[in-house]
T-cell receptor, first 113, second 117 residues
């Protein structure tokens, strides 16, 4: 039982490049989330998926797109990376709602030069 | 709109001393409150949460938090800390129970607890 896995763990991009961050969970959870963590800013929600087939914007969605590929997988895409997107990205999942415990992956540290 | 304020960005304490990490929230409706912990180079883990019932909630490793509606606070306390408690602690609030397209989980900016020998 791996929980929530994320790939890659580290990534360096040049401005304008694109990439996809992958996330998968094996807990049969319905809801999945993407957050970014910046020093002194806490976690901010980028996008979430309340259930398979649905996605909604969070607090900071600009510059990102997501795909809920199936119940297990939720990917985050940066179409044209900018230095402001340098951050640590966390994927999380929960059984159903906002009051259920969220289980976090180990994170992806992204640097955009 | 919801918001969460963690009043201290860093809290240094000596081992075996008591500690309190402060959290205040604002919300116009019923709230559900959480404390998450992040150990170095890891993702966040739930420490404890308040959904309803007793206003005092406890974790398995000796932390406790009390929901105080009149003061809109959910402070985290431990009577005697260990070196292994060194981590960053995040308070979070939600005002929606279900998982629909409404709602959010808002995190505070975090408090770094540093336990010294």
């Amino acid at each position: 039982n791996a929980g929530v896995t994320q790939t890659p763990k580290f990534q360096v991009l040049k401005t304008g490049q694109s990439m996809t961050l992958q996330c998968a969970q094996d807990m049969n959870h319905n809801s999945m989330y993407w957050y970014r963590q910046d020093p002194g800013m806490g976690l901010r929600l980028i996008y979430y998926s309340a259930s398979e087939g649905t996605t909604d914007k969070g607090e900071v969605p600009n510059g990102y797109n997501v795909s809920r590929l199936n119940k297990r997988e939720f990917s985050l895409r940066l179409e044209s990376a900018a230095p402001s997107q340098t951050s640590v990205y966390f994927c999380a999942s929960s059984l159903r709602g906002w009051t259920d415990t969220q289980y976090f992956g180990p994170g992806t540290r992204l640097t955009v030069l | 709109a919801q918001s969460v304020t963690q009043l201290d960005s860093q809290v240094p304490v000596f081992e075996e001393a008591p500690v309190e990490l402060r959290c205040n929230y604002s919300s116009s409706v019923s709230v559900y409150l959480f404390w998450y912990v992040q150990y170095p180079n890891q993702g966040l883990q739930l420490l404890l949460k308040y959904l309803s019932g007793s206003t005092l909630v406890e974790s398995i490793n000796g932390f406790e938090a009390e929901f105080n509606k009149s003061q809109t606070s959910f402070h985290l306390r431990k009577p005697s800390v260990h070196i292994s408690d060194t981590a960053e602690y995040f308070c979070a609030v939600s005002d929606h129970w279900d998982g629909g397209s409404q709602g959010n989980l808002i995190f505070g900016k975090g408090t770094k607890l540093s336990v010294k020998p």
